[in-house]
């Protein structure tokens, strides 16, 4: 049984899952009172608020939310037989209206009156009528298929531009190469993963060989978006791991738990990231030879390799890129970048870290200033985050019609509304 106790106006309730806060709002119809929960546990700045719109939904990846207020959410995994989950937001809750779709996976877009959704495998699209509800859900088109999905990093995130084209990661199936390259001159896994393809998307059953290798030396990229201020695509790469497993002459343990950074790249067709020549040391502030390659930790990369756009703390995990274009937000918002880190597992002998969304100041259609921690609290206590055991894990993040941001996590199936209200 939940025990519940009043103080001052805040309702705090000891449940199973853990102490939630509520606030006891007025209402001036009937003289009762409602409870309203208060951020939904989160941390946020000054003037935003918090909702939990929908709860245990299964493994909610990417998701996208239309001009009608319908979300539709890709599941990585079976919850409801279906991979996609449409809901309709009421305000402070979200319905399930439906479910369809055969395959999970984790992209999912919609540009042109069609919604795009990836499995790991292949790429497909929905028609949407007016209403952008899609109107033949058995039976979606494949837009590009057989993509090199294997063992590791399979996850395929998608974007769209403005001149028709569709950009698909394609993960490498290695952390770095070392298993397919043992003379260390080489990396067979570029010649078909670590990378970004561009694809036409009014185009069926293509192939990945119809496909443009767009950007290339990019372990895996899960966070993607257009940058229409900038007119580029930028992603976030998911850095290496295993420094000191692999070269512990080379590298200790903190070192380890610490590098290499998460990095944010600004991509044109035939750059370089380097992976897995190199890696970028968010400390030094240098792009560093791979010990694989022949690096000690000190000697720079080749630089014909790329730089980063903006570095953040190592094997965070960053699964969701947004650039928020709203009007809701305050202005210093505005093309600037949001980001859904889901979070570490393997920074010991240092604490767990991440399971939180950051904002990245733009101006110009670049990063301008530091990184800030928008939203945080998803883990749960101090103890779930450093141990790694996080109660929710952000993933996605959407941008809703009247500007308030969407974030999904994909452990306990809980979707986040947070608005801003001057």
């Known amino acids: 049984m939940n025990r519940k106790i009043i103080f001052a106006g805040c309702l705090s309730v000891f449940a199973a899952g853990g102490l939630l806060s509520f606030s006891l709002i007025k209402n001036a119809g009937n003289g009762k009172y409602q409870a309203e929960e208060i951020n939904a546990d989160l941390t946020l700045p000054k003037g935003f608020k918090a909702v939990a719109i929908a709860d245990h939904i299964g493994s909610a990846r990417h998701l996208v939310v239309t001009p009608r207020g319908d979300i539709y959410v890709h599941l990585a995994g079976p919850k409801t037989g279906k991979g996609i989950v449409v809901l309709h937001d009421d305000g402070d809750k979200a319905d399930v209206k439906t479910s369809f779709g055969s395959f999970y996976g984790t992209g999912i877009r919609i540009q042109k009156g069609y919604l795009y959704a990836s499995s790991d495998h292949a790429v497909f699209r929905y028609k949407l009528n007016n209403n952008d509800e899609v109107m033949d859900p058995g039976n979606p088109e494949m837009v590009v298929g057989n993509l090199v999905a294997k063992r590791m990093h399979q996850a395929k995130a998608i974007a769209l531009d403005d001149k028709g084209y569709l950009y698909v990661n394609i993960g490498a199936y290695s952390n770095i190469c070392s298993d397919y390259d043992p003379d260390k001159k080489g990396c067979p896994v570029l010649d078909s993963a670590a990378g970004i393809w561009r694809f036409k998307a009014d185009r069926l059953n293509q192939t990945q060989a119809d496909g443009v290798r767009y950007a290339t030396g990019l372990r895996n990229v899960v966070g993607m978006d257009w940058n229409r201020q900038d ?159 996080a109660e929710h894990r952000p993933c996605g993040l959407a941008q809703g019609p009247d500007g308030s941001l969407y974030v999904s996590d994909d452990n306990k199936g809980t979707i986040y509304k947070i608005s801003y209200k001057k």
């Not at 040391?281 to 000190?298: F, N, Q, R, T």
């Open 231 to 389: 007119n580029q695509l930028f992603v976030m790469q998911h850095g290496r791991d295993a420094l000191n497993n692999l070269f512990p002459k080379l590298y200790t343990v903190q070192q380890s738990a610490l590098l290499p950074a998460e990095c944010m790249y600004a991509l044109k067709e035939g750059d370089n990231a380097g992976w897995p020549y190199m890696y970028y040391d968010d400390v030094k502030h240098k792009k560093i030879l791979g010990p694989e390659y022949g690096g000690d930790g000190i000697k720079e990369a080749d630089p014909k390799f790329i730089n980063p756009v903006a570095a953040y703390p190592g094997h965070l995990a960053p699964d969701g890129l947004l650039f928020y274009t709203g009007k809701q937000f305050p202005e210093r918002y505005r093309n600037g970048a949001f980001i859904a880190f889901h979070g570490s597992w393997n920074r010991a002998p240092e604490p767990q870290a991440g399971y939180f969304v950051v904002f990245q100041p733009f101006k110009n259609g670049r990063p301008a200033g530091k990184w800030e921690v928008f939203a945080d609290g998803f883990a749960g206590t101090p103890g779930q985050k450093a141990s790694g055991r």
